[in-house]
C-alpha cells in the first residue's frame, strides 16, 4: 500500500476508539446531513444503496432505520471502524445492513450493482478523489445517482473553528496545500463537483445544506470529545506541556458557553451536497 494511504487509514484506525466511544453523540450531530444524502439519491424502499468512507456507520444506519425494505452496504478502510458500525447495527438489531472493509477507488461490488451510492465527510480524506468518484459510478446502475458532503468554508462551521483558533495560539498551523487531506479540501463552491464531471458523472450539482449541529454536552464535555476523536487534535495536544493544556482549554471554555443553552451545544454549520447521475 502506498505510503499516503497508509498513514491516512493508521490516524484513523487510531480514532476508531474515540468514535465508537461517541458514537451516539456523532450520529445525532450529523442526522441532518445523512437524511440529505440518502434524499440526494433518491433512496427509497427495496433500494441498494452504498455508503462508502461510512466510518461507525453513518450514513449507512440512518438509511437502515429510516428505509427497512432497503439493503444498505456500510464501507470503510479502517477496521475498527468497520467493527463499531457492526456493533451499532446490532445493538439497533438492523437486519438490512451489509459490511465491507474496503477502500473508495476498490470497492468489491459488481458493476451497475447499486441504485444509489453516498458518501459523508469521507472523500476529502481519499489519496485519488477522482478514482474514487470514478468506482463509485461503476458500481452505480445507469440512472442511479452518487452523493458527497463536504464541509463549506471554515469561518461558516465554528464547530471546527473554535478548537482550531485556540490551538493555533500554541501550534502555528502549517498552511494547508489546495489538495492535501484536510476537512476542507473541497470547500471552495465547484471543485467537487468538477472532480464528479471529470470521472464521468452526468447532471452533476451542488447544493449547501445549512443546519445546526446540535450535541447534550456541557461545554466541558463538548471539549473533551473535540480533544479526543480527532487525531489531528490528538497529536497537537500532545506536543503541548501540562501548563499549555491548561490554558488551551481555558481558552476554549471561554468560547464555547456562546454556542451552549439549556445542556445543548449548538452551532450553525453549512455543508455542501454535490450529486451526480450515472
Known amino acids: 500500500m502506498p505510503e ?48 462508502v468512507a461510512a466510518g461507525i456507520g453513518e450514513p449507512s444506519l440512518t438509511i437502515a432505520r429510516q ?15 468497520i467493527e463499531a458500525a457492526k456493533k451499532e447495527a446490532s445493538r439497533a438489531k438492523l437486519s438490512n445492513v451489509q459490511f465491507a472493509q ?35 459510478l461503476r458500481a452505480l446502475k445507469e440512472g442511479g ?38 476537512a476542507f479540501r473541497f470547500a471552495p463552491p465547484g471543485k467537487l463537483a468538477a472532480i464528479f464531471e471529470r470521472a464521468g458523472a452526468r447532471d452533476v450539482s451542488e447544493n449547501v445544506l445549512r443546519f445546526t449541529i446540535e450535541a447534550q454536552k456541557t461545554p466541558e464535555e463538548f471539549w473533551q470529545m473535540r480533544a479526543e476523536m480527532s487525531d489531528a487534535n490528538r497529536e497537537k495536544l500532545a506536543r503541548l506541556t501540562a501548563g499549555q493544556r ?10 464555547l458557553p456562546q454556542f451552549s443553552s439549556g445542556g445543548m451545544m449548538r452551532f450553525p454549520a453549512e455543508v455542501l451536497i454535490v450529486r451526480g447521475t450515472r
Not at 427497512?68 to 479502517?78: E, G, K, L, N, R
Not at 472523500?123 to 468518484?133: K, Y
Not at 452518487?146 to 471546527?160: D, K, S
Not at 491548561?246 to 468560547?255: A, F, G, K
Request: one cysteine or more; aromatic letters at 10%; glycine letters at 6%.
Open 246 to 255: 491548561q490554558n488551551l482549554q481555558r481558552d476554549v471554555l471561554e468560547v
Open 4 to 51: 499516503d494511504r497508509s498513514k491516512v487509514l493508521q490516524s484513523w484506525g487510531e480514532s476508531g476508539h474515540y468514535w465508537e466511544k461517541y458514537g451516539p453523540t456523532i450520529r445525532g450531530m450529523f442526522e441532518p446531513v445523512a437524511v440529505a444524502l440518502m434524499r440526494a439519491v433518491g433512496a427509497s424502499a427495496n433500494s441498494r444503496v452504498l455508503d
Open 67 to 81: 428505509l427497512p425494505s432497503a439493503t444498505v452496504w456500510c464501507t470503510d478502510p479502517a477496521a475498527s471502524m
Open 145 to 182: 445517482r452518487v452523493a458527497a458532503a463536504v464541509w463549506c468554508a471554515p469561518e461558516a462551521n465554528p464547530f471546527h473553528f473554535v478548537i482550531s483558533d485556540a490551538l493555533a495560539k500554541y501550534i502555528p498551523p502549517v498552511p494547508a496545500g489546495p489538495d492535501d487531506p484536510t
Open 102 to 136: 474496503c477502500l473508495a477507488d476498490a470497492l468489491p461490488f459488481d458493476d451497475e450493482y447499486f441504485d444509489g451510492v453516498v458518501s459523508r465527510f469521507g472523500i476529502m480524506f481519499f489519496p485519488d478523489p477522482e478514482a474514487g468518484v470514478r468506482e463509485m
